[in-house]
Structures are given as C-alpha cells and as structure tokens.
C-alpha cells in the first residue's frame, strides 16, 4: 500500500466533506441561496445546529472508523457502524439508505435489502453511496479502490452509475491525497472509469451545466465541475452550496475533493473549529490515515 505523504491530505479530505455538509445543510432542497454562503447556519429540513452535519458525514464517519478498525473493507462491520448511528438520527437520512438500514433492522439479509431497496423504490441511482465514499480513497491507492468502492455502494444501491460514480471521486481523493495534482487526478479516473454513461458525463463535465439533484450522476457532475474550477478550498464549497438543490451532497462531495488536494493548511480555520462533532471528524481521519500508513 501506497504510503500517503502527507496527513494534512487525508484529514483535508474528510474534514472538507463534513464542511461542506454543514455548510450546505441548512439550504437543501431549496433554491440556490443567492449569496455566498461562508457561515454556518442552524436549521435546515431537519432541526440541526449551526455546524452540525448530515447523514452524509456520518456515513462517511462510519466507513472511515471502520476501515481503520478492520485495517480493510469489512462489509459487516461498516454497516453495524451505520445503523447505528442510523438509530439516532433516521430523519438525517436520505431515501434509498433510509429503505435499506430499515430492512437489515427488520433482519433483512446484508446482501438481499439492496436488491429489495432498488426493486421497491423502482431504482436505487441516488448519491448516497457517493457521499460516503471519499473514506475508501485516503485508505486505499491501488486497484482496490476502484474494487472496494464498487462492493461498499452495491451494499446499498444496485445501480451501477451511483457505484461508478463513488469509484470515480473515490479514485480522484485517493491519488490527490498521495500528491498528485488536480488535473493528474481526473485524469486517471477517466480512464479508470469502465462506465460508459459516468465516462461520457465526468469525462466531459464542462459540456454540461451543472444539476445539485439526488442523482448520483447529477451530483457528482455538479461536485466535480466547481472543484475543477475553484482556485480554493473555500471558493470550492461555497460555489457548491451555491448551486441549490440538495446543496448538503455536493458540497460534501467537492468538499471531499477540494480537502484531498489542498489539505487542512488551506482551510478557513473557523470552520474547522466549527464543527460541534469535529473531534470525531479528526479522530476518524487520524485512525484512517495510521491504519493506511501500516
């Protein structure tokens, strides 16, 4: 395994996604905010404190914690972690994981309830599995993360795009957080991208105006053409939440993205002491990063 030069990288990356949840919580599922939005806010669909997270740090949060315990991808464990922090907060959480924690609660089999989830719900390509998946890119450097990031998102959502979007920024945060530069990055998922429909979309992402929607494809498009734009962590997020729609997912996506390449050095310090749950932020992105140096 790849040693990653720089832990400044691997803290960036999940320390951004939970920013730009925070950041983008407050104002999802409505317009774009028509002003930059540099502060944290309380409210929101859910009540939540200025700050304070979605599902989508937290699924991450539960994937970090359990790759540095198991030192791998452990499908088992990864979803224990979930559902249980799904029992404390099952409002935060998006439609397609929400079906799925359900069934494994009613003891639905780990393998069975994506299929019962995208059967019911008549598809399962919303961006769940690619919100969570930045974890898998600080952990792994090689072939495994195209590998692992596809079996974690089939966990929870049958559709291949939503998995191939996960590999693809999975693949962009593993490679930034080893030192490669931006452009470098999304290059090698192009090519690593065997999905024809996720290719065509990323590979020529500034052919097409960005959509904030529940879409895996969507938002990972809208993700991925403000961090390819933004000059800074900060002009990254804000331009994500800016977008409107479901503002908590891209910008913790580009969060993801734009903490993996620029590092924690680079980001406002009042929002990284902003978080109320930070210190499970930096103790997962610590345990990761050590588990990953192994």
């Given at each position: 395994?790849?040693f990653?030069?720089?832990?400044l990288?691997?803290?960036?990356?999940?320390?951004?996604?939970?920013?730009?949840d925070?950041?983008?919580?407050p104002?999802?599922?409505?317009p774009?905010?028509?002003r930059?939005?540099?502060?944290?806010?309380?409210?929101?669909?859910?009540?939540?404190?200025a700050g304070?997270?979605?599902d989508d740090?937290?699924?991450?949060?539960?994937?970090?914690e359990?790759?540095?315990?198991?030192?791998?991808?452990?499908?088992?464990?990864?979803i224990?972690?979930?559902?249980?922090?799904?029992?404390?907060?099952r409002?935060?959480?998006?439609?397609?994981?929400?079906?799925?924690?359900?069934?494994?609660e009613?003891g639905?089999?780990?393998?069975?309830?994506?299929a019962?989830?995208?059967?019911?719900?008549?598809?399962s390509?919303?961006?769940?599995?690619?919100?969570?998946?930045?974890p898998?890119?600080i952990?792994?450097?090689?072939?495994?993360?195209?590998?692992?990031?596809?079996?974690?998102?089939?966990l929870?959502?049958a559709d291949?795009?939503?998995?191939?979007?996960s590999?693809?920024?999975?693949?962009?945060?593993?490679?930034m957080?080893?030192?490669?530069?931006?452009e470098?990055a999304?290059?090698?998922?192009?090519?690593?991208?065997?999905?024809?429909e996720v290719a065509?979309c990323?590979?020529?992402?500034r052919?097409?105006?960005?959509?904030p929607g529940?879409?895996?494809?969507e938002?990972t498009?809208?993700?991925?053409?403000?961090?390819?734009?933004?000059?800074?962590?900060?002009?990254?997020?804000v331009?994500?939440?800016?977008?409107g729609?479901?503002?908590?997912?891209?910008?913790?996506?580009?969060?993801?993205?734009?903490?993996?390449l620029?590092?924690t050095?680079?980001?406002?310090?009042?929002?990284?002491t902003?978080?109320?749950?930070?210190?499970?932020?930096?103790?997962?992105a610590?345990?990761?990063w050590?588990?990953?140096k192994?």
């Amino acid at each position: 395994m790849t040693f990653i030069l720089d832990i400044l990288h691997a803290t960036g990356a999940l320390a951004g996604l939970a920013i730009g949840d925070a950041l983008g919580a407050p104002f999802e599922g409505g317009p774009p905010p028509g002003r930059p939005v540099r502060t944290f806010y309380a409210g929101g669909r859910n009540p939540r404190k200025a700050g304070e997270f979605t599902d989508d740090t937290l699924q991450a949060l539960a994937l970090a914690e359990s790759l540095a315990a198991c030192r791998g991808y452990c499908p088992e464990d990864f979803i224990a972690r979930m559902a249980r922090d799904y029992a404390l907060h099952r409002e935060w959480y998006g439609p397609t994981s929400s079906a799925f924690l359900s069934l494994v609660e009613g003891g639905s089999g780990l393998y069975e309830s994506a299929a019962l989830v995208h059967e019911r719900m008549g598809g399962s390509r919303s961006n769940g599995c690619v919100m969570r998946g930045p974890p898998i890119g600080i952990f792994y450097s090689g072939p495994e993360v195209e590998a692992v990031s596809l079996a974690c998102a089939a966990l929870t959502h049958a559709d291949p795009v939503a998995g191939a979007c996960s590999a693809f920024v999975n693949r962009m945060v593993s490679d930034m957080c080893r030192g490669s530069p931006r452009e470098k990055a999304y290059r090698r998922a192009c090519t690593r991208c065997r999905n024809r429909e996720v290719a065509s979309c990323l590979g020529e992402y500034r052919a097409f105006s960005p959509v904030p929607g529940i879409d895996a494809l969507e938002a990972t498009h809208a993700a991925l053409s403000v961090f390819m734009q933004a000059a800074r962590f900060d002009d990254c997020v804000v331009a994500a939440v800016g977008l409107g729609g479901d503002s908590d997912t891209v910008a913790a996506i580009a969060g993801a993205l734009a903490g993996a390449l620029h590092g924690t050095a680079r980001i406002p310090r009042e929002w990284l002491t902003g978080l109320p749950a930070g210190e499970r932020v930096f103790s997962a992105a610590w345990a990761l990063w050590a588990a990953a140096k192994e």
